[in-house]
Every structure is written in structure tokens, then in C-alpha cells.
């Protein structure tokens, strides 16, 4: 019986000191373009001190218009990003502050083929590959009473393995590869869950 009340009183403890400092993250968007763009990830941040924080987040965007004929351009990345906060307000919390950090990432793309193949030349699929590394700024702004919304941007620079494949569904043979450096955007909004 005391070690259970010991126990409990322990956990009650690390959740007041730990209130706050945490939180889930979400988003789940689209732009009404033609194919249609979407975008969808899943994350999360915690404090590790008063004006510092890690995130990480799992993503997955692009488009998909083989339903009529079109192609596919799909992206799957994790980010591990840490964060500084700037001003008194941001002092131990996630939802008032202004903030710069950096991160890295790996990613994989896939481009699939659209139209209908009956006859040579077979479909072609690309698979990007790498890793990115960049600078973010941004804001945190408070909607409700535990949620609020981060604006980003900033610089991001990829390091690409690309490879093309001819063939079919049973084989593939894969030629045109090469690697590159592409400098590209970051930009997005999440919504953040505090607790």
C-alpha cells in the first residue's frame, strides 16, 4: 500500500512539473489547385528549458491525379527540429512565443506515372531520396485555452539520390540515376495541443 502511494504521489508530482511544457501536434490541409495539392502530419514538442524545445514530426504531402489520367507526386519525411524562443512570455511555454531553430530531415518520393499503358514503353517510376537540413523562424499564436496555432518559413536544403525505373509490374531495371543539391522552401502551419 505505500509503495502504491509513493508511486502515485510520484507521478502526481512529475505531471505538475511537466504540465504544459508538451505538446501534440496536427495538421491537414490542401490547396485548390489543379491537380489538387494536400498536405498531413502528426508531431510532437516538448521543453527541454526555459526558452529551448525539440520537435519532431512525421509528414506526408503531394498530390495524386492518376483517378483521371493524371500523375502522382507523393513525399514522406520525418523532421527533427529544435527550437529557441525569444521574450519573457515564452519562458517555459509553447504558445506565446516567437521562435527561431534548425533542423534536419529524411525524406522519400515517389513519382508515379498517369494515362492508361497497354503497350511499350512501359511506366516510370521515380523515387527521390535524402536528406535536408535548413533554418525555420516563426510564431506561435494562442487560440483557446490549451491549443494554439505555429506560423513557419524558412530556407531548406536538400541532398537527393534520384532514380528512374522502366518495367513492369514484375520487374523493374533502373537507369538515370544521379544525386543533387535542390535549395527549396519550408513553410507551414500546425495546430498545437498543449498538456
Not at 527541454?48 to 519525411?77: C, H, P
Not at 533502373?174 to 495541443?193: D, E, F, M, Q, S
Request: hydrophobic share 40%.
Amino acid at each position: 500500500m505505500k509503495k502504491t502511494f509513493s508511486f502515485s504521489c510520484f507521478l502526481l508530482l512529475a505531471t505538475a512539473i511537466f504540465a504544459q511544457k508538451n505538446a501534440a501536434k496536427l495538421h491537414l490541409g490542401g490547396l485548390p489547385t489543379n491537380p489538387m495539392v494536400f498536405s498531413k502530419g502528426l508531431g510532437y514538442e516538448r521543453m527541454v528549458a526555459e526558452f529551448w524545445s525539440v520537435q519532431l514530426m512525421f509528414n506526408k504531402y503531394g498530390w495524386d491525379d492518376r483517378g483521371l489520367d493524371g500523375e502522382a507526386e507523393i513525399t514522406k519525411n520525418a523532421v527533427l527540429e529544435t527550437r529557441h524562443f525569444f521574450g519573457k512570455k515564452s519562458k517555459g511555454t509553447l504558445d506565446k512565443a516567437f521562435f527561431v531553430g534548425c533542423f534536419v530531415e529524411g525524406f522519400h518520393k515517389k513519382v508515379l506515372p498517369g494515362g492508361e499503358w497497354f503497350e511499350p514503353p512501359p511506366p516510370l517510376i521515380g523515387k527521390r531520396w535524402g536528406m535536408g537540413t535548413g533554418l525555420v523562424m516563426g510564431k506561435n499564436f494562442p487560440l483557446f485555452k490549451i491549443f494554439f496555432l505555429e506560423c513557419f518559413a524558412g530556407p531548406k536544403l536538400r541532398y537527393v539520390r534520384s532514380v528512374d525505373y522502366f518495367g513492369t509490374a514484375d520487374q523493374y531495371e533502373a537507369h538515370n540515376a544521379h544525386h543533387y543539391t535542390k535549395l527549396v522552401p519550408r513553410i507551414g502551419c500546425n495546430v498545437g495541443y498543449r498538456f
